[in-house]
């Protein structure tokens, strides 16, 4: 959980926005939720020196990366003391994934360099990106995995982001690093839809340290990143050809964001927290959304998954899509959580039924309290076999999100489940406002597994150091 500077700023970042969005998560009060990473994009690095090492644009970060990286682990965070973390960004090709006002070189041929580097300016994330990289699957599965090695190799705990774009990387991602990006960049609804789509087939691959990315929090855009509709913008868009169309309706951010946390999916604002809405800073700031996202029954399934309906759509020419989702996540002591989706162009009632929630949640007749997660209010008492509803949602990516608990006469039965629950927990479970990341990254080879027999192991060396994740 925290903030990456892509969307907000693309290559324009500088230490000055970087510091002014660390203090905008602590003041705003989201670091105290959560989001305690702030992770610079693309844009930091300008060359390399005679011997190779990276040397970062003094022009944009004129202290340097390791004094900024400093700064960000001083910061205070109310009532948590320093927790404030610190990422970094490369590409596992020959050069970084370029616009028109930067281009950088990649770390191919430069890996454990590199990794030493980004390691010694205190970065606790590092992101490996695939421009000038090669598409062969294996050709970029060992370059990872070399990223992978050496950022163990170095001894500090490192929360490995792999960026390639790809379903493909699902399989062997918990292999590799802490999360992969399933997908080209959810910029808009209609892309963020088809992340969506694509991840409600990647749900078995997702467990503690290890998940399925399918992009970061986008913004409404106003107010936030484009120099041409706000001063204190990063860039400007005709320079940014990457940027057109980076926004979200309100509405539209708010059904990601309940999507992000059922489909456990990592939480990275891509906006400066000084500058959103108050609709925005209600929405990522919602606690008990973002519990949701943290919390996962012990013994799995991690991620959620799409309980009814087919892929969503949306034409961002027209504005107009098709399509409504039913998506449901098992949590701890027996509840679970159920949002609803609606991409069509009207209002429409969601219902689910017990063909709809039973598959997932089982046919036991059991009784939950039922909580509306965005009114945050407790709503009634559902039993099974009962249906679900959520009565008109709005059009054009509207949602809902209602989490489920087992109540008190269940309290049996919500004893036997967490005792079986916990004997099965792989890892350290994360609290809601916890970071999940690193806590269990496998630490095998990427050469001993493939084609679903991945493997993960429990490593007592210095790579298994770096697996831990305060
Ligand atoms: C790719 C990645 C993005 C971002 C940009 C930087 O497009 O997918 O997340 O890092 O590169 O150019």
Redesign the pocket.
């Known amino acids: 959980m925290g903030y990456?500077s892509?969307n907000d700023c693309?290559?324009e970042v500088t230490e000055e926005r970087i510091k002014r969005v660390t203090r905008a998560l602590i003041d705003s009060g989201l670091a105290a939720k959560g989001y305690r990473r702030v992770n610079v994009?693309?844009?930091w690095l300008a060359s390399r020196d005679a011997n190779g090492n990276m040397v970062a644009d003094r022009t944009k970060f004129p202290s340097g990366m390791r004094a900024l990286g400093e700064w960000v682990h001083a910061q205070v965070v109310p009532g948590h003391g320093r927790v404030m973390k610190y990422g970094l960004?490369t590409?596992r090709g020959t050069c970084?994934?370029?616009?028109m006002k930067y281009q950088g070189p990649g770390s191919a041929g430069f890996v454990r360099q590199d990794a030493a580097w980004m390691a010694a300016a205190g970065a606790d994330f590092v992101?490996e990106?695939?421009?000038c990289g090669s598409q062969t699957h294996d050709v970029a599965f060992r370059q990872f995995a070399e990223m992978r090695d050496a950022l163990n190799a170095t001894g500090r705990q490192i929360f490995f982001a792999l960026?390639g774009?790809n379903t493909w990387y699902a399989e062997r991602g918990a292999s590799l690093g802490n999360s992969w990006?399933i997908a080209?960049?959810g910029t808009n609804w209609a892309t963020l839809s088809g992340c969506v789509n694509r991840n409600a087939q990647l749900g078995r691959f997702a467990r503690p340290g290890a998940w399925n990315d399918p992009?970061?929090l986008q913004g409404t855009g106003v107010g936030s990143n484009d120099r041409a509709t706000n001063p204190n913008g990063c860039f400007v868009a005709r320079e940014i050809p990457?940027s057109r169309d980076w926004y979200l309706t309100e509405v539209q951010a708010r059904a990601q964001f309940a999507l992000w946390a059922v489909m456990s999916s990592p939480l990275l604002i891509s906006a400066d927290p000084s500058q959103i809405g108050a609709g925005l800073l209600e929405t990522w700031g919602n606690e008990e959304v973002i519990a949701v996202n943290q919390q996962f029954r012990p013994g799995g399934p991690y991620q959620g998954s799409r309980l009814l309906g087919g892929d969503l759509f949306w034409d961002p020419e027209l504005q107009r899509g098709g399509g409504t989702n039913v998506w449901g996540k098992m949590l701890p002591n027996g509840g679970w959580t159920v949002v609803f989706v609606n991409n069509g162009p009207n209002a429409t009632t969601i219902h689910c039924d017990i063909g709809c929630y039973g598959p997932v949640v089982g046919e036991e007749r059991r009784s939950y309290s039922v909580r509306d997660l965005f009114a945050r209010k407790t709503i009634g008492t559902f039993s099974v076999p009962q249906t679900l509803v959520a009565k008109a949602v709005a059009p054009s990516g509207g949602s809902a999100m209602l989490r489920l608990e087992l109540v008190t006469d269940d309290m049996v039965s919500r004893r036997s489940l967490r005792s079986e629950a916990f004997s099965r927990l792989p890892c350290k479970t994360a609290s809601p406002t916890g970071d999940w990341g690193g806590l269990c990254r496998a630490t095998e080879s990427a050469s001993s597994g493939g084609g679903g027999r991945t493997k993960t192991r429990k490593s007592k060396s210095k790579r298994g150091k770096a697996a831990r994740q305060s």
């Open positions: 990456c892509w693309a290559s994009d693309e844009g960004y590409s970084q994934c370029s616009t992101k990106d695939s421009c960026c774009w990006r080209v960049d992009d970061l990457q």
